[in-house]
T-cell receptor
Framework: DQQVKQNSPSLSVQEGRISILNCDYT??????FLWYKKYPAEGPTFLIS?????DKNEDGRFTVFLNKSAKHLSLHIVPSQPGDSAVYFC?????????????FGQGTTLQVKP | NAGVTQTPKFRILKIGQSMTLQCTQD?????MYWYRQDPGMGLKLIYY???????DKGEVPNGYNVSRSTTEDFPLRLELAAPSQTSVYFC??????????????FGPGTRLTVT
């Protein structure tokens, strides 16, 4: 039973437009939410995060939205650039123990076309 | 800082062989993790450690062992390799402080094939 789902395996957008990546979860105990970006043959790199006490966090072109009632997380990239083409993972932490463990979604491959 | 380093980058094993995947971090992070990523899937936690001498199982620990004798090193041991262990393995570390307590730093990965 997957606790974290990224239902879109892939997304293609035009350069300059908005990219919206989505993530749904089932356990309301999750209290910290992160997005990671991964290029081929590299490890994931941290992009942006949000705690459960907030509903929005912005960092430059990247904004993460959290809808706790819907158990839904989204990442907006505006404007999208070709260099944003990568696999994006959402990762969630339960926060109930001091282990820092994360549960990852399956990933969405974003392609930004010039 | 080199961050998190992993060796080897690639390895091909025969069924039944054993090997150790090395992971070292130079950020003085207390917490370290091993994940595997299968094609089209997310990362699944194999083992983790919250400090030297302390390790615990993650979601998919069967067929693996770990040790943590120092803060810097967290090797992953595969005993009796099986084709189901063909995957990309990532090591990560984190230092739980304040709002960044869950941000993990990843190594470049080890691509393992078992045939």
């Amino acid at each position: 039973d997957q606790q974290v789902k990224q239902n879109s395996p892939s997304l293609s957008v035009q350069e300059g437009r908005i990219s919206i990546l989505n993530c749904d979860y089932t356990n309301s105990m999750f209290d910290y939410f992160l997005w990671y970006k991964k290029y081929p043959a590299e490890g994931p790199t941290f992009l942006i995060s949000i705690s459960s006490i907030k509903d929005k966090n912005e960092d430059g072109r990247f904004t993460v939205f959290l809808n706790k009632s819907a158990k839904h997380l989204s990442l907006h990239i505006v404007p999208s650039q070709p260099g944003d083409s990568a696999v994006y993972f959402c990762a969630l932490s339960g926060g109930s123990s001091n282990t820092g463990k994360l549960i990852f979604g399956q990933g969405t491959t974003l392609q930004v076309k010039p | 800082n080199a961050g998190v380093t992993q060796t080897p980058k690639f390895r091909i094993l025969k069924i039944g062989q054993s090997m150790t995947l090395q992971c070292t971090q130079d950020m003085n992070h207390n917490y370290m993790y091993w994940y595997r990523q299968d094609p089209g899937m997310g990362l699944k936690l194999i083992y983790y450690s919250v400090g030297a001498g302390i390790t615990d199982k993650g979601e998919v620990p069967n067929g693996y062992n770990v040790s943590r004798s120092t803060t810097e090193d967290f090797p992953l041991r595969l005993e009796l390799a099986a084709p189901s262990q063909t995957s990309v393995y990532f090591c990560a570390s984190s230092y739980p402080t304040g709002l960044s307590s869950y941000e993990q730093y990843f190594g470049p990965g080890t691509r393992l094939t078992v045939t």
